[in-house]
């Protein structure tokens, strides 16, 4: 009896196995399908992931890419900061060989019949204004030193002077002056503050250049000893042509001139008129002291009624320029600053009282009792004895020394 129990358990036990594995064989394949397909899905998806990144990477550079593209900027920025060296062939290219000539432009090419002078002007103006940088200094980019060629490349200014905001041009000026003198960390001595050598750009801002005689000196020598001449006869300070001590003050009496053609958009002496001219700053303190005002000078320089303020401190101040003691003269933040209208300007006196009238007579002096120091501020004190005035007659030193200025083409 056991037996058939056995046996029919064992039968039932061998049905239910057949069964069960005809179920589990059906569902395998199941299974391997669903895993087939969401394999192929998640084959599918990664690959839209992998090309839509790679569309965005291409579309947008890599963090890498952009930190080098940054670098490459700086770079190119520093390179900026400091005179890059061109060759002669590079600014042939540059300038159509020198084809086209302009009365200012980015590529001075310096010639003349001094080679030392040559190379004093080119040390000079690298050593100086490129090392400088000043809203109101020109900038210069490069320079050129081959065996035939010392070139200067500037950057490009298209505009000259002209009558539109000369307040500005000349408070711009003085700022940049004054830049040089008082800010940088060792002084510079420009030497030729004249009309030529402050150039405009597009929106009439001034630049100081022409650095070419420029002079480095250390602020605890408040004199330099030099031998010749130095700058441009009717621009430059009496001193410039005596054997005496020079300081920067003679850069204060080169703004003063400039400042008179400024007001009278003239030059101050016109060498193509017959000898009986007046020199205009000369004209216009004689006026001054004569009829008390500056009414004359307007109607004669045809200014409007509505800048008479502004002119009479511009006159003013270009009459403290042009002093003829070096100490009288004010300092140029103090010009700054007379320009603009932060300070009072005394009464100046005459500037003019070493030179000679029509009679070959010696002017009155009209020494004020005020001369100004280091601090741009009045002291009293008497300049000169009257009786020691003499007249003495500059005599240029000045080597030839040609000057072509070219521009790149564009």
Not at 139 to 165: H, P, S, T, W
Request: net charge negative.
């Amino acid at each position: 009896m056991s037996n058939i129990v056995h046996f029919i358990i064992f039968s039932c036990s061998i049905s239910d196995l057949y069964s069960s594995s005809s179920v589990a064989s059906s569902s395998g394949i199941t299974a391997i399908v669903i895993v087939v397909i969401m394999i192929l899905v998640s084959m599918f998806l990664l690959s839209c992931i992998r090309w839509y990144q790679k569309k965005i990477c291409s579309s947008s550079p890599s963090p890498l890419s952009k930190l080098t593209a940054t670098m490459d900027q700086f770079l190119n920025d520093m390179e900026k900061e400091k005179p890059i060296r061109f060759t002669s062939r590079q600014l042939k290219i540059a300038t159509d060989n020198f084809s086209t000539l302009l009365g200012s432009g980015a590529v001075k090419v310096l010639h003349g019949t001094s080679d030392k002078r040559i190379e004093q002007q080119f040390m000079a103006e690298v050593g100086t204004i490129g090392r400088v940088h000043h809203f109101n200094l020109v900038r210069l980019y490069g320079f050129c030193l081959d065996k035939n060629l010392r070139a200067l490349v500037y950057e490009y200014l298209q505009m000259i002077l002209g009558f539109e905001k000369l307040h500005e041009i000349a408070v711009g000026t003085a700022k940049g002056i004054a830049y040089l003198h008082e800010e940088c960390q060792q002084r510079i001595i420009h030497y030729d503050i004249k009309p030529e050598n402050i150039l405009l750009d597009s929106k009439f801002c001034p630049k100081v250049a022409d650095f070419g005689l420029a002079k480095l000196c250390n602020r605890e020598n408040t004199h330099m000893s030099m031998t010749g001449g130095r700058g441009t006869p009717g621009y430059a300070a009496p001193e410039l042509w005596m054997p005496y001590p020079i300081t920067h003050k003679c850069d204060v009496y080169s703004f003063g001139i400039l400042l008179f053609e400024i007001i009278g958009r003239r030059r101050n002496l016109n060498v193509q008129l017959p000898d009986s001219q007046e020199w205009f700053p000369r004209w216009v303190w004689k006026n001054i002291e004569s009829n008390g005002d500056i009414g004359e000078l307007m109607e004669a320089c045809e200014i409007d009624e509505g800048n008479r303020e502004t002119v009479e401190r511009m006159v003013k101040t270009a009459l403290w320029r042009v002093q003829y003691r070096a100490e009288r003269r004010p300092l140029m933040s103090m010009v700054v600053k007379m320009l603009d209208g932060a300070a009072e300007i005394p009464q100046p006196s005459n500037p003019f009282g070493h030179l000679l009238d029509h009679n070959s007579t010696i002017v009155a002096a009209g020494i004020s009792s005020s001369t100004w120091k280091d601090d741009s501020e009045p002291s009293s004190s008497v300049v000169t004895d009257q009786s020691k005035l003499v007249v003495e007659t500059p005599t240029t030193n000045m080597e030839n020394c040609e000057i072509e200025v070219v521009c790149t083409s564009t």
